[in-house]
C-alpha cells in the first residue's frame, strides 16, 4: 500500500477545523486550546501546509497530499523528526508537537508545529530592502547552512537519517535516471554533463545533515531584522555532502534573474551583497568544509539536478498532468540550465 485512496472532499478547509482534527489537537498538542480556524498557506509546497488559529495561538499543520503517494514521497514523518532533532541546536527551526499517523483525523499523516512570525523573500536582489538589509540576510544564511552543516548527526539522534557515503555517486545516478524518464526531446548538454560528472567526482567528503533545498524562499526572515528565525521545508533533508548542500544553494550567483531567481549581471556592491567567493570563503570558514577545490563539480551537480527536475515538469506539462498552470515555461529552462552548467564545466562561466 503506497498511500490511501482520496476522499470525496478534504477533511480540512478553509474554516472551522473538523471535529476528529479538534480532539487530537486538544489530546497531543500541550496547551492547546481551541477551537481552530483554518486557512490554507498558499505557496510552492509539495505537502499541504494549512495555518490554525486558535485561542491558545497559532500553529501550521503540514500535512502529505491526499490520495495515491510514492512511500518516500511528501515525507512529513522525516519533517517532523529532523525539526525535533535540532530544536535544541543553533539552526533556528519551528518548535514542532506532535505526529499524526492516522489517516482518520485529516485524511493523511500530518504533524503540527508552532507558526513563527517571518517574512518570505522570493527575489535574491532584495530590492525593496536596505543594503544593510541585504547584507544581514545574506550573513544569516551563511551562517545557518553552517551551523546545519556543523551539527554531527549521531549527538542529535540522527545517525541513521540517511546512508553513509556514496552520496555524490548516489545523486549523479538519481537524477541522470530522472532525467531519462522525462526526456521530451534533445539536450545535447545534458548529455555532456552525464557524462562528465561520473569522471570528474571527487573524494566523498565527511558525511553530515544536509537540507536539499537550502535557499532564501525557504527560510523565514524577522518581521523587522535581517535574520533568519526557522528553515522550513525539510522533505528533502537527510545525510550527505555537506559541500553538494551548500553549492546547491550558491548556484543563485551563477543563474539570471529571469532564469532562475539568481543575481548574475547584478550590481552586487552596490546591493550589499557578497560576491560568490566572498560568500563561498565566508561558508568555508564557519562550518569546517570548504568546496572550493572541487567547486567546478558542485556546480554542475547542483544545475543538472535542477535541469532534471525542470524536465519532469516539462513531461508532465506535454502529458497534461501538470498541476502547475506555468509548468511549461518552467519546463522549457531545462535546456538553458543545462547550458549553463555546461559553460561551467568548459571554463566558460
Same mark, same amino acid.
Given at each position: 500500500m503506497t498511500g490511501v485512496s482520496a476522499p470525496t472532499r478534504d477533511p480540512l478547509s478553509d474554516g472551522p477545523a473538523p471535529p476528529a482534527l479538534e480532539a487530537w489537537l486538544t489530546a497531543n498538542v500541550a496547551g492547546y486550546q481551541g477551537p481552530a480556524t483554518l486557512d490554507k498557506i498558499s505557496g510552492g509546497q509539495s505537502n499541504p501546509t494549512f495555518r490554525a488559529t486558535a485561542p491558545s495561538g497559532r500553529y501550521v499543520i503540514r500535512r502529505k497530499p491526499l490520495g495515491e503517494t510514492l512511500p518516500s514521497a511528501h515525507a512529513v514523518d522525516r519533517e517532523f523528526r529532523?525539526?525535533?532533532?535540532?530544536?535544541?541546536?543553533?539552526? $533556528?527551526?519551528?518548535?514542532?508537537?506532535?505526529?499524526?499517523?492516522?489517516?482518520?483525523?485529516?485524511?493523511?499523516?500530518?504533524?503540527?508545529?508552532?507558526?513563527?512570525?517571518?517574512?518570505?523573500?522570493?527575489?535574491?536582489?532584495?530590492?525593496?530592502?536596505?543594503?544593510?538589509?541585504?547584507?544581514?540576510?545574506?550573513a544569516s544564511m551563511n551562517e545557518t547552512i553552517a551551523a546545519i552543516h556543523r551539527i554531527d548527526?549521531?549527538?542529535?539522534?540522527?545517525?541513521?537519517?540517511?546512508?553513509?557515503?556514496?552520496?555524490?555517486?548516489?545523486?549523479?545516478?538519481?537524477?541522470?535516471?530522472?532525467?531519462?524518464?522525462?526526456?521530451?526531446?534533445?539536450?545535447?548538454?545534458?548529455?555532456?554533463?552525464?557524462?562528465?560528472?561520473?569522471?570528474?567526482?571527487?573524494?566523498?567528503?565527511?558525511?553530515?545533515?544536509?537540507?536539499?533545498?537550502?535557499?532564501?524562499?525557504?527560510?523565514?526572515i524577522h518581521p523587522t531584522e535581517p535574520r533568519i528565525v526557522a528553515v522550513l521545508d525539510w522533505e528533502l533533508s537527510t545525510l550527505g555532502d555537506p559541500r553538494a548542500d551548500f553549492a546547491y544553494h550558491a548556484m543563485t550567483w551563477r543563474f539570471a534573474p529571469d532564469l532562475f531567481r539568481g543575481l548574475e549581471g547584478a550590481d552586487l556592491n552596490a546591493?550589499?551583497? $557578497?560576491?560568490?567567493?566572498?560568500?563561498?570563503?565566508?561558508?568555508a570558514e564557519a562550518s569546517g568544509f570548504d568546496p572550493r577545490g572541487d567547486w567546478t563539480f558542485f556546480l554542475a551537480l547542483s544545475m543538472f539536478r535542477i535541469a532534471a527536475i525542470v524536465q519532469g515538469i516539462a513531461k508532465r506539462a506535454l502529458d497534461g498532468t501538470a498541476a502547475n498552470a506555468d509548468a511549461a515555461a518552467i519546463g522549457a529552462k531545462a535546456l538553458p540550465i543545462a547550458e549553463r552548467a555546461r559553460e561551467i564545466i568548459e571554463g566558460r562561466g
Open positions: 529532523v525539526l525535533s532533532a535540532l530544536a535544541a541546536t543553533d539552526v $533556528p527551526v519551528p518548535p514542532v508537537h506532535a505526529l499524526c499517523e492516522d489517516h482518520d483525523v485529516a485524511g493523511q499523516m500530518f504533524y503540527v508545529m508552532d507558526m513563527v512570525p517571518g517574512r518570505v523573500f522570493w527575489d535574491p536582489r532584495l530590492e525593496e530592502l536596505t543594503t544593510a538589509e541585504r547584507g544581514g540576510i545574506f548527526p549521531a549527538a542529535v539522534g540522527l545517525d541513521d537519517f540517511g546512508r553513509h557515503g556514496g552520496y555524490l555517486e548516489r545523486q549523479i545516478s538519481r537524477w541522470t535516471r530522472q532525467y531519462r524518464a522525462s526526456e521530451t526531446g534533445p539536450n545535447p548538454a545534458m548529455e555532456d554533463l552525464i557524462a562528465w560528472l561520473p569522471e570528474n567526482k571527487p573524494a566523498e567528503g565527511e558525511t553530515r545533515l544536509v537540507h536539499g533545498d537550502y535557499r532564501l524562499d525557504n527560510v523565514l546591493l550589499g551583497i $557578497p560576491s560568490e567567493d566572498e560568500y563561498v570563503g565566508r561558508y
